[in-house]
């Protein structure tokens, strides 16, 4: 990453990534996996996290994966990825996808994500990342949502951590 560069803005690493839904990524009723949804909805948020970081990413986790409504074979599946928030090595991803009926030239909004990935180098260092610049009150809005989202996260870490020390080693068995 370039030391010099302190911030960036939503719209310096915004990303879009189209799919055409074929039959080999469907299940038995025609409709689009999840997990290739999922693989979709990483790659996006990835392009997205390494051009805000101008570095490699890694994806640290993703939730408030929603699928709102089926994707069919045929169908033109529209990602779009923005950096919501950067914190110190790590950034919050908001992923949107949307099906685009070309004959009507309208989308429908089919699944929503956030995601936080973190900027590493070639030896899986972190490294610290450009803060993020929101011009628009839309922007402002995810930017403040992503900072309650992180605090939820991290309490959430935390409960998870003292549930694993609780049990003991072998609760796996």
Known sequence: MNDLVLERTVAESQSERSEIVLPADSNALGSLFGGRLMQYIDLVGAMAASRH????????????????????????LILKASVNRAFRTSMEIGVRVMVEDVREQRLRHVSSAYLTFVAVDREGNRLVVPQVVPETEHQKRRFEDAGRRREMRAGETQRKKEMRAALGTGWHV
């Open 53 to 76: 970081a101008r570095a490699f990413t890694v994806t640290a986790s993703m939730d408030h994966l929603d699928f709102v409504a089926p994707v069919r074979v045929g169908e033109l």
